[in-house]
Structures are given as structure tokens and as C-alpha cells.
């Protein structure tokens, strides 16, 4: 099925970043202006998440820990949803970063579960995933 068009304006500065941001990891601007609005969206849906580049590429992440929320979430679930033993494995995870963290696995659960399995994967499977990513010495 292909995409309605639908024509926006840009501030010369705004176009200039997402020119950069484009030449920088090789992709076009249109791709880029879409993940970049698709991850606004999702921040104003799930106050308290922010994205960053990972070594697999962006990731949803909980704001003031560093942790991806994944693994905050992969942590409650290994604690059977038990906030206080979180709080004792992740302890600068507080209520609103669990809160924020819940909130976006409600409405992405199948991202998130991907990210967890994947981050179980061996190192060797990994490599078979991903040619080239392990670097042995």
C-alpha cells in the first residue's frame, strides 16, 4: 500500500539537522524526518522515555537511569513484578521510571520483548546475527 504525500514546510535550520543526521548514518531524509517523528510521538505518549543510539541502533530508554527499557523491564519481570526487590536490583530506577517504563511496554510490547530476547543471545549467536559486531582479541 503506498504512503499518502502530504508537503511540510521546515524551519532551514530543523532541514539542515535532519540533512546531517541523514548523511551521517547513510539513510534518506524521509526516513530519518519519520523516525524522528514516530520517537516524538512516542515520548509525548509515555512521558519519562527518551531515545538514544545503541550499538543495534536506537532504543527506548528511561530517563535519569540510562537503562533501556527493556532492561528495566526484564528486571521486574525476573523479580515477578515485585517493585521492592527492583528497587533493590535497580535501585536508581524509582517509581516513575517503572511507571514510564510499564507505560511503554504496554504500548510497544512486542519491541520490547524482542530487545529482551535478543539481549539474551549468546555472544556466538550474536555473531551469527550480526557478522562482524563480536571483536575478538
Known amino acids: 500500500m503506498a504512503t499518502?504525500?502530504?508537503?511540510?514546510?521546515?524551519?532551514?535550520?530543523?532541514?539542515?539537522?535532519?540533512?546531517?543526521?541523514a548523511r551521517r548514518t547513510r539513510r534518506s531524509f524521509a526516513e530519518v524526518t519519520q523516525d524522528l517523528l514516530e520517537e516524538a510521538l512516542r515520548m509525548r505518549q509515555c512521558p519519562g522515555?527518551?531515545?538514544?543510539?545503541?550499538?543495534?541502533?536506537r532504543e527506548a530508554k528511561v530517563a535519569g537511569t540510562g537503562l533501556g527499557v527493556w532492561e528495566v523491564i526484564q528486571g521486574y519481570q525476573a523479580v515477578k513484578a515485585n517493585e521492592k526487590k527492583l528497587h533493590k536490583a535497580l535501585p536508581?530506577?524509582?517509581?516513575?521510571?517503572?511507571k514510564s517504563a510499564l507505560l511503554y511496554y504496554r504500548q510497544y510490547p512486542q519491541e520490547i520483548?524482542?530487545?529482551?530476547?535478543?539481549?539474551?543471545?549468546?555472544?556466538?549467536?550474536?555473531?551469527v546475527r550480526y557478522p562482524g559486531l563480536v571483536r575478538r582479541a
Open 49 to 57: 522515555i527518551y531515545f538514544a543510539d545503541e550499538i543495534l541502533g
Open 92 to 98: 536508581h530506577v524509582g517509581p516513575a521510571g517503572l
Open 113 to 127: 520483548d524482542e530487545a529482551i530476547a535478543e539481549n539474551a543471545l549468546t555472544l556466538e549467536a550474536l555473531e
Open 4 to 21: 499518502p504525500t502530504k508537503t511540510l514546510r521546515l524551519r532551514p535550520r530543523l532541514r539542515t539537522e535532519i540533512e546531517r543526521i
